[in-house]
């Protein structure tokens, strides 16, 4: 994404075109740029030459993931819904791993019947239930077990998952239980041993400690696990100059952990992938001024991008056509909802804007649409994938069709 004589452009086309031609709201995604994030992480881990399984609860859209899908890459799953849509996107089982804490019968029994690669059990009460399920269908099942290290991302309190305080994930005692109790199972296959400390991690020293907490389990136990999986996470940079996770040192820490237990290594990454390769374009309805702020209403809402008022999220918004001026107000960007929390950004100074100017909220390909509702009844918004000059429309309505 870049100006040309003040206008935005995303790959070739021009923003305001967009607006024009589909409306707005509208996501659009850069294929170019999903494709760099993907080859620089395959770049990163170049010598671990991980299983890279999509988290597919950052982006669930079909034609993206048949994209991911042709790039090589597997799917990380949570439910039934994102298994389905994995499959038809054409992405094989064999690379597909099933994570989540609740996982019902059903779900599991369908992963079992798909022969996906791996579940990843996150209780003693799941590890039976699969053992359960293996029974009737007469065919052992392979699981992860996935452990809690008690470790501190040091990310967004909300979007923690590795702390003793987290729902996720078992303790080090019972994983130690559970390989005692399972590692002979006729039913169960313990493959893999699981992590994942939380989202937008931008420091690599919680993920050294998870490892650490990762070897303690494998030397202590002496059980020998073939696959690790270590989750995703990897943070980016949303325009507030976050220091950013130093892969080298992360990857350097896996390397030593793999030649010490000859695993192979599994992530599980969303944001790092799609999050900067989608935009969200917006229509600016009213300017509404005080005394003290410009209140500047835009036809996209909480509705479409909940981050903001879910986490407080920072995402920067740019105006689709530049102009030199600066208008040195409190610029506040809100939506249409009926929330005070439905709230995007709120600036010093802004460009002059009129009403019927487009603007973009940036670095929303990840945990975007995937979050969005009806609240207030309004319409979903549309997405678009971007592929050089060419522009798909990428609803969801057909291919989500019969999934339930
Ligand atoms: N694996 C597991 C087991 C996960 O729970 C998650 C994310 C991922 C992988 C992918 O993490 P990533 O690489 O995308 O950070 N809605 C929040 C983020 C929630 C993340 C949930 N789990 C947000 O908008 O920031």
Known sequence: MFYRKKKLIIEKVPVHKIARQFGTPIYCYSFNQLKRN??????NFTKIRPLICFAVKANN??????????LGLGADVVSRGELIVALKSKIHPKKIVFSGVGKTYDEIEFAARKKIFLINAESQSEIETISKVA??????IDIGIRLNPNVDAKTIKEITTGKYSNKFGLIEKDVFKLIKQFKN????NIKCLSVHIG????SHIPYI????????????SKYRFEYVDLGGGMGINYGKNTKLLDYKKYSKEIEKFVKKNNVKIIFEPGRSLIGNAGYLLSKIIYIKKTNKINFIILDTGMNDLMRPALYKAYHNIIPVKKNSSKISKRHEFVGPICESTDKFLSLKSYQ??????????????AYGKVLSSNYNLRKNANEI???????????RKDHLQNIF
């Not at 029974?135 to 052992?140: A, L, M, P, Q």
């Not at 199972?185 to 169960?188: I, V």
């Not at 002059?352 to 390909?365: F, Q, Y």
């Open 385 to 395: 994938l971007i592929k050089s000059s060419k522009v798909f429309k990428i609803g």
């Open 209 to 220: 400690k998870m490892l650490r907490s990762l070897q303690k389990i494998i030397s202590k």
């Open 199 to 202: 989202s937008q991690i931008t």
């Open 185 to 188: 199972s006729k039913y169960l």
């Open 61 to 70: 859209n079909y034609r993206i993931l048949s994209e991911i899908g042709r």
């Open 38 to 43: 993907i080859l620089n992480f395959k770049r």
């Open 135 to 140: 029974k009737k269908i007469k065919r052992s």
């Open 352 to 365: 002059k804007l009129s009403e019927g100017d487009n603007i973009v909220i940036c670095d929303v390909g």
